[in-house]
């Protein structure tokens, strides 16, 4: 079996792993030292640690596990991964230069079970979850490809919002943002992490209590239940009631803000009696809530979906705007490289099958 990667480990985690096996605990703080701010990716690097502590980590770890299958960069900087697990299969990540630094959209599954109707990701059903370890890892990748440029730049801010359902992958979720976080290791500040979920009530207050401090965001796209389930089947199963409850119960119990995410979807969401019913939904939350509408990315298969007007974009905004709702447009980042949720990924699992197709032609009535 392949050996984990010790980037999955959270320090005390690790501390603890350690001191089982006889080594001092000081030891971990030291590996994360070479781990996050040297960024060394071999144990043997790791020169001031002993050569028994060395042989134990080797024998039980890797470092990376993740290797670059594809890399696109786009007229505005933005940079796309493709990352090849160990399995074989492939995730994304996405790099977005921002004014205000450096921000990376990371995976959290293989696929996702939540199959959204204007979603490249949910095309592909779940074949498994990532490890804390492949998740920190892709914002380390992302990190060395800053490295390599040489401009001192670090990642400083994080997006929870590539394939899959972050709170479907709960625990190991919890841990990656742990590593991110910590102060002896790549010291993201949890309010420049953002988690994106489709809306699962329970692991909504699960994250409430979880005291982490990283902001949430909910993917409502529908201001009432018939089209929130025409678009999203999840809303089948937990309703806007529920969710709405859950909602404020993470309101109430971080004193936090919640952003919700509303896709414009053209002629299907985005009518100005849309933007008033969802006025109307959120009104009660006053400033606690801010929606940002995000533009339309339109995926192949779900040619049902057309982008918004500017227009429509525009009567949507001021309506919520005239209503006191907090609301902002969207910019987006790296349209010209399918940069959007899972769209890189779906197009080259298509180009391979093809390819494959090309190699193995079926030959019919031979
Ligand atoms: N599963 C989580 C996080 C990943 S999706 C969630 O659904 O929130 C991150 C965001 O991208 C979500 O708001 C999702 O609705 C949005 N998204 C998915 N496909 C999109 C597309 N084709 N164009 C624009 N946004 C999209
Ligand atoms: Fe999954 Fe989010 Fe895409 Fe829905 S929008 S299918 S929850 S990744």
Redesign the pocket.
């Known amino acids: 079996m392949n050996k984990p990667s010790i980037y999955g480990l959270t320090l005390d985690q690790l501390s603890a792993w350690l001191g089982e096996r006889g080594h001092k605990k000081f030891r971990a703080s030291q590996v994360w030292d070479y781990l996050y701010r040297q960024r060394v990716t071999e144990f043997n690097n790791m020169t001031e640690v002993n050569p028994a502590c060395i042989a134990l980590l080797t024998e039980h770890f890797a470092i990376q596990t993740l290797t670059e299958h594809v890399k696109q960069e786009s007229a505005d900087g933005t940079v796309k991964f493709l990352f090849r697990l160990e399995d074989g299969n492939l995730i994304e990540t996405v790099l977005m230069r921002q004014k205000y630094g450096q921000s990376v959209c990371v995976t959290t599954q293989v696929g ?5 109707s ?5 095309l592909i059903k779940k074949s498994r979850d990532l490890t804390a370890g492949e998740i920190v890892e892709q914002i380390m990748k992302v990190q060395f490809h800053l490295d390599a440029a040489a401009q001192d730049q670090l990642v400083t801010h994080i997006v929870v ?5 972050p709170f479907d992958n709960f625990e190991n979720m919890v841990d990656f943002l742990n590593i991110v976080k910590d102060r002896k290791g790549l010291v993201i500040a949890p309010k420049r992490i953002t988690v ?3 809306g699962l009530p329970d692991k909504i207050r699960e994250f409430a209590d979880s005291d982490l401090q990283v902001n949430l965001a909910l ?1 409502l796209h529908a201001p009432n239940n018939e089209l929130r389930t025409r678009i ?1 089947k ?1 809303n089948r199963a937990y309703p806007l009631e529920q969710l709405m409850s859950a909602v404020e119960y993470y309101l109430t119990k971080t004193n936090r803000r919640i952003m919700l995410e509303y896709i414009l979807l053209r002629d299907v969401n985005d009518h100005q009696e849309h933007a008033q019913q969802l006025a109307d939904l959120i009104a009660h939350m006053n400033k606690s809530a801010s929606v940002n509408l995000i533009p339309y990315n339109p995926v192949d298969e779900h040619s049902q979906y057309q982008r918004s007007s500017q227009e429509s974009i525009i009567t949507f905004y001021d309506t919520l705007k005239k209503n006191g709702v907090n609301c902002t447009v969207r910019l987006e980042h790296g349209t010209d490289i399918d940069a959007a ?2 769209q890189l990924r779906s197009k080259q699992i298509k180009k391979a099958a093809q390819a494959e197709k090309e190699e193995n032609p079926v030959v019919v009535g031979s």
């Open positions: 996702c079970n939540i199959g959204c204007f979603c490249a990701s949910g919002m590539g394939i899959g359902e994106s979920t489709s993917s999203m999840i949720c899972g």
